[in-house]
């Protein structure tokens, strides 16, 4: 199983960024996919996974997926230099409808490597 993770780079406070995340070697419509990061000097926390955000970015992210080519998108508009992190997606199989259960990374079986934002000007 891999998952690739993409789309990151250096943007201006108040750009977008798209990352997508590239599953295979799985089948895609029976996992959930999540969307945490690390920011420098802190611990990773949660971002997104379906149609929930963490607060931080509520209103600014949203997820899209593409089933055909096994691929989820994270749209983020409006960044913010807080928003600077490695994000990283992570994919568990979908055993709970509770949104909430996909709040905690120890639950994600699989990971990929990561792609760095800077939001910067």
């Known amino acids: 199983v891999q998952l690739q993770a993409s789309g990151g780079g250096l943007v201006q406070p108040g750009g977008s960024l798209r990352l997508s995340c590239t599953a295979s070697?799985?089948?895609?419509?029976?996992?959930?996919l999540g969307w945490f990061r690390q920011a420098p000097g802190k611990e990773r926390e949660f971002v997104a996974v379906?149609?929930r955000f963490a607060n931080s970015v509520k209103g600014r992210f949203t997820i899209s997926r593409d089933g055909a080519k096994n691929t989820e998108y994270l749209q983020m508009s409006s960044l913010k230099p807080d928003d600077t992190a490695v994000y990283y997606c992570?994919?568990?199989?979908?055993?709970?409808?509770?949104?909430?259960?996909?709040?905690?990374?120890?639950?994600?079986?699989?990971w990929g490597q990561g792609t760095l934002v800077t939001v910067s000007s």
């Open positions: 992570a994919a568990a199989l979908h055993t709970s409808d509770l949104y909430s259960y996909y709040y905690n990374a120890d639950i994600y079986e699989y």
């Open positions: 070697g799985l089948t895609f419509s029976r996992y959930r």
């Open positions: 379906s149609t």
